[in-house]
């Protein structure tokens, strides 16, 4: 059985060895046949607390770590601009 993979934005970061990963799914109306979008938000496994706010990544499933956490990060795809983080 193949694992299933999502690419997403980190929404969140605030927790320990967690981050909140959007991944937005785009399809056509079965009637209407506009492009919709939706976003669902998954709580990811992340272990040395590398991800941060805006990272592009890369989760997969996983067996339960917790209540809500069914998902762990492969890879990061996109680091964010780190200019960014010091223009504050």
Same mark, same amino acid.
């Given at each position: 059985?193949? %694992?299933?993979?999502? #690419?997403? *934005? ?15 799914? =785009?399809? +056509?109306?079965? *009637? ?6 939706? !976003?669902? =938000?998954?709580?990811?496994?992340? +272990?040395?607390? *590398?991800?941060? %706010?805006?990272? =592009? ?5 996983? =067996?339960? %770590? ?9 890879? #990061? ?5 780190? !200019? ?5």
């Amino acid at each position: 059985m193949a %694992l299933k993979e999502r #690419i997403g *934005t980190v929404v969140s970061d605030k927790m320990d060895k967690t981050v909140v990963v959007a991944v937005i799914n =785009r399809y +056509p109306h079965p *009637t209407y046949k506009k492009i919709v979008s939706r !976003t669902t =938000r998954y709580k990811a496994h992340d +272990p040395d607390n *590398t991800c941060v %706010l805006g990272d =592009r990544v890369k989760i997969r499933e996983t =067996r339960p %770590l917790s209540a809500h956490k069914r998902w762990a990060i492969e890879e #990061i795809i996109n680091k964010k601009n780190q !200019t960014e983080e010091v223009k504050k």
